[in-house]
């Protein structure tokens, strides 16, 4: 009977620890969850500001070739290649002249 309840006792042990060490790895498993979830939501905030320091890029080139700034300039100060300026400025209707 003694052995009995040691072996049960042994037995809740062990269910006891491996059950801890479940409910370790499910909270670990959500907090990495969270955090990429974070992770997502920032990328998608910082692809905003991205997409809006381009668009703002896009009327400076605009504004200035219409202030009379060579093209070559535009090219220099931004870093954008020839085609990439005159890709710009044409779609805002603006050919070389």
Do not use: C
Request: cysteine-free.
């Amino acid at each position: 009977m003694m052995i009995a309840v040691l072996v049960h006792n042994l037995a809740g042990e062990i269910i006891w620890r491996v059950a801890n060490r479940l409910a370790d790895a499910v909270r670990a498993f959500h907090m990495a969850q969270a955090t990429a979830a974070a992770s997502a939501q920032r990328a998608a905030q910082d692809r905003e500001k991205v997409t809006e320091a381009r668009d703002r890029l896009a009327d400076a080139i605009v504004e200035a070739a219409r202030d009379g700034m060579r093209q070559i300039d535009i090219v220099r100060v931004t870093g954008y290649t020839r085609e990439r300026v005159r890709q710009i400025l044409r779609a805002h209707g603006i050919t070389p002249g």
